[in-house]
């Protein structure tokens, strides 16, 4: 005999085992999804780790100015203008050495500065004004207080950079229309001020700039466009008020 079991009265229902395939499936897709999470969250904070020692590393491998700005005057052929501009620089929160190596030496005799013949010189100072831009300017260095001599600046030593926009000629006195002349290219491509250039006059705004290698004793690593890296360096702005 056949029971026959009316829509109303039937009842369905799941299985454990289904329940169980049911929360697995549920378990596996919440770990893939908090795996993802997990891997992109430390993946970023690496990021950003990165991105702050890459920024310690660049500033205890900058300069910094300490003291005042000096611009020297002298006279040049019947005007006076700014023939060298100095200032003391030191080795930012106690970091790496800089290269300090100079392309010029001065002495205070016959005409300064003098080339440093092979001088192999990583630190480049550019100038610019209103009338002309620099891109290798002639300086040299002058090594103040504790030094060890070996043209690296280092923790608690400070140097003197003269930056030479004219040649001075020093058997001649500071008022003669001779005391400067005008530059002429070097072997290694910097000047000064040309013939044809502009010297600075009264109320001029200059800014001079100094870029120190990427690191010591390296050679420049180059970005993927080709320009060498360095690290940061500083600018000196100053207006000029001649008397």
């Not at 999470?37 to 970023?44: D, E, K, N």
Request: hydrophobic share 35%; proline share 4%.
């Amino acid at each position: 005999m056949f029971r026959t079991v009316t829509r109303e009265s039937s009842q369905r229902g799941i299985t454990g085992l289904e329940t169980a395939i049911i929360l697995i499936a549920f378990v596996v897709v919440a770990s893939v999804f908090a795996f993802t999470v997990l891997s992109t969250g430390i993946f970023a904070s690496e990021r950003s780790k990165e991105t702050v020692y890459a920024g310690i590393q660049e500033t205890k491998s900058s300069l910094e100015p300490r003291g005042a700005v000096v611009a020297y005057k002298a006279d040049r052929g019947g005007t006076n203008t700014i023939y060298k501009v100095s200032f003391i620089v030191s080795n930012a929160v106690a970091g790496e050495p800089i290269d300090l190596t100079p392309p010029y030496t001065s002495d205070g005799s016959g005409t300064d500065p003098d080339i440093s013949s092979g001088a192999e010189y990583k630190t480049i100072v550019s100038y610019n004004d209103q009338n002309q831009v620099m891109s290798d300017v002639p300086w040299s260095v002058d090594w103040l207080g504790n030094s060890n001599s070996d043209n690296l600046l280092e923790t608690g030593e400070k140097t003197e950079i003269s930056v030479w926009l004219l040649i001075r000629d020093t058997a001649e006195a500071i008022t003669s229309s001779s005391a400067t002349s005008y530059w002429t290219a070097d072997s290694n491509g910097s000047s000064g001020i040309l013939s044809k250039g502009t010297i600075l006059d009264k109320n001029d705004k200059f800014t001079i700039t100094l870029s120190p290698p990427e690191r010591c004793g390296s050679s420049y690593s180059e970005d993927v466009a080709g320009s060498p890296r360095r690290n940061h360096g500083f600018e000196v702005t100053t207006k000029i008020s001649l008397v």
